[in-house]
């Protein structure tokens, strides 16, 4: 069974600060999900990586596989990103069709 | 494309009842995941469909069973409901399953009094 750790569990700063959220797992996985939930509970998917860097307007998502450890940076953060960041991992190395198991989630709250 | 749809949004049950949940997944999607959200326990996986098929289930007892119909719908049943159902309800469509791009429904919020 996959054990996923994130830290912080929870982070306040300022507007404009660079963000950084960490993700470690414990076996390896076909695929890792960062995924944001906003208050009132809806869940939006934020990247899906399976080795290397991604980048979507402000966010960036990396992936160390050797090291089974990712990353969730926010740069020029905004009171808007406010929000749980959830880092999940699904599937086994080499296939699978296993469930995703989930970090507790990073309370991150930005202050104007 | 229309996005994941879950309905109802809001049940209240009392223990010892049953409750019938459905998600309605992206169009073109076949596999269709549910997770059980708590405050003390987070997200957890309850179980995948595939094709009609439960490809992988989560560590819940037998209270906890779905289906999925030929068009991809999905619905989960809780029997005997206890106090510590009370949860969100999510489920996620995906072309493929984990290895996929999860798109999140909004949610049943089961409340068990």
């Known amino acids: 069974k996959n054990e996923v750790e994130q830290s912080p569990q929870n982070l306040t700063a300022q507007e404009g600060e660079f963000i950084t959220i960490n993700c470690s797992y414990s076996v390896g996985i076909s695929a890792l999900h960062w995924l944001q939930q906003h208050p009132g509970g809806g869940i939006v998917s934020l990247f899906m990586?399976?080795?290397g860097k991604k980048k979507h307007g402000r966010l960036i998502a990396t992936i160390n596989i050797q090291e089974k450890h990712s990353s969730l940076h926010i740069t020029a953060s905004h009171p808007r990103d406010s929000a749980v960041y959830i880092c999940a991992v699904g599937g086994v190395a080499g296939g699978g069709a296993d469930g995703l198991t989930f970090g507790k989630g990073t309370h991150l709250i930005i202050q104007p | 494309k229309a996005g994941v749809t879950q309905t109802p949004r809001y049940l209240i049950k009392t223990r010892g009842q049953q409750v019938t949940l459905s998600c309605s997944p992206i169009s073109g999607h076949r596999s269709v995941s549910w997770y059980q959200q708590t405050p003390g326990q987070g997200l957890q996986f309850l179980f995948e469909?595939?094709?009609?098929?439960?490809?992988n289930k989560g560590n819940f007892p037998g209270r906890f069973s779905g289906r999925q119909f030929s068009n991809s719908r999905s619905e989960m049943n809780v029997s005997t409901l206890e106090l510590g159902d009370s949860a969100l309800y999510l489920c996620?469509?995906?072309?493929?399953?984990?290895?996929?791009?999860?798109?999140f429904g909004p949610g049943t919020r089961l409340t068990v009094l």
């Open positions: 996620a469509s995906s072309f493929l399953g984990s290895v996929n791009e999860q798109f």
């Open positions: 990586l399976s080795s």
């Open positions: 469909y595939f094709s009609e098929t439960q490809r």
